[in-house]
């Protein structure tokens, strides 16, 4: 009898046990729930807390509260210039109508799937209308408004709100960009070119003008010096002449011997024929330069 009505406790316990699994159910912060009650909605539920359901016919679907990302793989556009971009986007947005989310898409993976596919067509749309200076000037933010505002016009259907669409990066294809590299190289090596040969024009000419100024200035300095040479000549004439009129016999004798340094002390054993009564050695007989054995 005991044991029956023991094996009833347990039986009853477990039960209810059962029964309060099935009827109670957490709301975290960060999540809102949608009450269904065979498939028919019959509570959205945003607070946290313990909740409370009827057991077995209803059953909770959960949905994120919180601001969630999507980040689709690059999208390669066309500008209006017709240059071709690879653009990265990234998208924020928020589920405000849970029941229309859950009619629409049904989860978080069928959003992410259907948004993904409306921004890069907006992509495409909207960067079409504008050229490449555009996307990379101070532009873009109107451009990633203009954007954002056409995601969430097609989104707002979906119970979702797209609170931001940003443009990370917008670069050219590879292959555009190696093209681009190689013409700006090649532009910059003519530059390069350009500036050696106004360089090298611009020597020459410094030194042709150095060459001339060295000319003129050497020509100066020998005019210069001529001239000085001229005057001293004049002023050695001058004074032979003074004073050859002062004393012609000293300045006679001077002379000579002079001359007889010139002629005789150079060392190199030179050989000369001259007679002994020639006018040349006059001051060997006599020092006044008359004939030998003259007082």
Not at 51 to 63: E, G, W
Not at 73 to 91: C, F, G, N, T, Y
């Amino acid at each position: 009898m005991k044991t029956n009505v023991l094996t009833a406790i347990v039986v009853v316990v477990l039960g209810l046990l059962v029964v309060a699994s099935s009827a109670l159910f957490t709301v975290n912060q960060t999540q809102q729930v949608l009450v269904l009650q065979l498939g028919e909605l019959k509570r959205v539920i945003k607070e946290p807390g313990l909740k409370v359901k009827l057991p077995f016919i209803q059953n909770v679907v959960y949905l994120d509260n919180r601001v969630l990302d999507l980040d689709p793989p690059p999208e390669e556009v066309i500008a209006s210039d017709q240059k071709r971009l690879v653009v990265d986007a990234i998208a924020r947005y928020r589920i405000t109508d849970p029941l229309k989310f859950f009619q629409t898409v049904g989860n978080e993976q069928g959003m992410q799937a259907r948004l993904e596919r409306v921004v890069n067509g907006t992509l495409r749309n909207v960067i079409g209308n504008y050229t490449l200076l555009d996307v990379l000037s101070d532009r873009r933010a109107a451009i990633m408004t203009e954007i954002k505002g056409q995601v969430n016009g097609e989104m707002a259907s979906f119970g979702i709100d797209v609170i931001d669409v940003r443009i990370r990066r917008a670069d050219l294809p590879q292959a555009n960009s190696e093209a681009i590299f190689q013409r700006m190289r090649s532009e910059r090596d003519r530059e390069a070119k350009q500036a050696r040969a106004e360089g090298a024009e611009i020597a020459q000419r410094i030194r042709a003008r150095a060459d001339r100024e060295r000319t003129v200035i050497t020509a100066e300095a020998q005019k210069t010096s001529q001239i000085v040479r001229g005057e001293g000549d004049a002023q050695s004439v001058k004074i032979y002449a003074d004073a050859f009129g002062r004393d012609p016999q000293f300045f006679a004798f001077y002379r000579t011997m002079e001359a007889y340094k010139k002629a005789l002390g150079n060392g190199d054993n030179t050989s000369m024929v001259l007679s002994p009564d020639s006018e040349f050695f006059r001051y060997f007989g006599s020092s006044d330069g008359g004939p030998a054995g003259r007082r």
